[in-house]
């Protein structure tokens, strides 16, 4: 009898086993959602990549980080048309973990270019007011001189009328 008990528990978990790995499987719409969610998250790093760079950023890393996750978006790609569901969720899953914090550091990377871009503008302003000003100060001075000189030599120069 005891030996019968340990048979069937055998046969038991054996079952067991084989339909957990059935009920666990990925099918291929759970994959394209996965893979979908995957291409979502590419764009929008992409999209948030490509406004750091055109704000003055420097976004190599964050360009390499996304294409290794296209690398990545491809290959789940192809492992559903093979019909491989699991490595094409793996696949997509993996892409998405690589793009984590991305957008954040686009983001961050985008505000502080700004933040450069602003100072740079305001050093500009405050150069090109500063230099006006130090012009028309010495354009003053520096007139107000040949003036002084130019009377001085005009009047030396000039006939001395004779008292009658």
Known sequence: ?????IIVYIILLIIVVACASQCFAIDFIEASTILEQAESEVASAYIAVAQAQNAGADVTELITTINLANDLLSKAYFAL?????????YYAIQCIESLNGVIYQANSLESEAKE??????????????????????????????LKKWYFKKVLNKAPKLAVI
């Open 1 to 5: 009898m005891k030996k019968y008990k």
């Open 81 to 89: 048309r093979v019909g491989n569901y699991e490595d094409a969720s």
């Open 116 to 145: 450069i871009q602003d100072r740079h503008f305001f050093m500009n302003l405050i150069g090109s007011v500063l230099g006006l000003f130090f012009l028309v100060i010495l354009g003053f001075f520096g007139w107000k001189l």
